[in-house]
């Protein structure tokens, strides 16, 4: 496969030489800048060479530099073009035509599954007369508007304006494989300030017979200042994370000895998952903490072990990317087990359901949302106490 590949781009160069003395020059430049790793370069020597004389061996080497660049949403692109110019050569004498076709087809399709789609969203309402929605300084074809466009990833300026109303922008990052939705917000009318003009007093200088004309009124301007627009905190859908948690009064009340080792740290796991909301996220925590202490420090074989597993829903606030906070609700039981008998416990081993308020002061996140860092209290009601519990928590989002 590689000889056929190799034979490919030889006969594609061989082509250009003999029509293009100046597209054959810039082919090969490519090739030599490819080499020299001067991937910009190199791209922009082979798209000036299919400018001069259009030819597929230079779309496959053109499609190859735009893939290695990231340009994945591009370089689908040039190796669909490939596709077709190949598909429509009546070049009889290429022999290896074939062979172009069939490399342009399967990298078009490898890069498929690679693209990451953006979709600006503008409800029917909000399309107002005039407007006009702006990508990088590029205007957008409304036909593709609320529909999924394949783009290069990197970060997008998206902006709307119309005639008699204020502008609105917003920066959108977009990673590989992202598939992110941007809705347009309603614009909002600009406010008109017309121009008082006093009354024209006439003047004896002016013949009687002319027609005076007052001065037009002021054009409208823009009162209100409009808010600065970042860009939009990106949620992951799924994490799994590792939790420390302290809880110094967790264990008072289990036994009757005053020789009792108590232990107040716990370590755990947790399960997250939610949903975007405005302004934020709706997350599901699922956890299990576990700790052990004696119930004697004479007697090392009475241990007591602590099992919590808990349920709770968080409301996440992102007023930046790299900072959150959270508050929510939560269930849980405990289940304790002890291999032998306690004061104050029926049996070797209980249950007790509890109620938790939550709140997070602080939430770090980093690497784009992939990682959070995040001190979580709750404060757990039970029948018989209410404990403020500290967890330290370490949460990783693959997706």
């Known amino acids: 496969m590689r000889l056929v590949l190799v034979a490919v781009m030889v006969i594609g160069a061989t ?53 290695k660049q990231g340009h994945t949403a591009t370089a689908w692109a040039v190796f669909l073009e490939a596709k077709v110019l190949a598909s429509q050569s009546r070049d009889k004498s290429d022999v290896l035509m074939p062979a172009k076709l069939a490399e342009a087809t399967r990298r078009a399709a490898a890069l498929q599954l690679k693209l990451a789609y953006v979709t600006l969203t503008i409800a029917p309402d909000r399309q107002v007369e005039g407007l006009v929605i702006k990508r990088n300084g590029t205007v957008v074809d409304p036909a593709t508007w609320n529909t999924p466009v394949p783009l290069d990833p990197g970060d997008y300026v998206i902006e709307a304006s119309a005639p008699k109303y204020q502008p609105w922008s917003i920066t959108q990052p977009l990673s590989p494989r992202e598939r992110v939705a941007v809705v347009v917000e309603t614009l909002v009318a600009e406010p008109v300030v017309v121009a008082v003009v006093p009354p024209v007093v ?13 001065s037009a009124p002021a054009d409208g301007i823009a009162l209100r ?29 289990l036994v009757g000895s005053p020789e009792v080792e108590e232990s107040d740290t716990l370590v755990g796991a947790r399960i997250l998952g939610g949903v975007p909301v405005p302004g934020g996220m709706v997350r599901g925590i699922g956890s299990l903490l576990y700790s052990k202490f004696l119930n004697d420090k004479t007697d090392e074989m ?60 602080i939430i770090v996140r980093l690497l784009k949302g992939h990682v959070e860092l995040g001190l979580h209290l709750q404060l757990v009601s039970t029948p018989d106490t209410t404990v403020l519990l500290g967890v330290a928590a370490i949460d990783v989002f693959p997706l």
């Open 15 to 67: 082509g250009i030489a003999e029509a293009s003395p100046e597209s054959d020059k810039l082919f090969r430049d490519g090739k030599d800048l490819l080499k020299a790793g001067k991937l910009a370069e190199a791209c922009d020597s082979f798209a000036r060479s299919q400018e001069l004389l259009p030819k597929v061996g230079t779309l496959l080497n053109l499609g190859d530099c735009r893939e």
């Open 202 to 214: 006439p003047d004896e200088r002016i013949p009687p017979d002319t027609r005076i004309v007052p």
């Open 225 to 253: 200042a409009l808010p600065h627009k970042g860009p939009v905190p990106r949620f992951r859908p799924l994490g799994i994370g590792v939790a420390l948690a302290a809880c110094p009064n967790c264990n008072v009340g």
């Open 302 to 361: 009475g241990v007591i072990r602590r099992y919590a597993f808990g349920l709770s829903v968080d409301y996440v606030w992102t007023p930046r990317p790299q900072i959150a906070f959270a508050g929510g609700v939560g269930i849980g039981i405990d289940y304790l087990s002890a291999n032998v008998e306690v004061f104050d416990m029926a049996a070797p081993s209980d249950t007790t359901r509890w109620t938790t308020l939550r709140a997070s002061p």
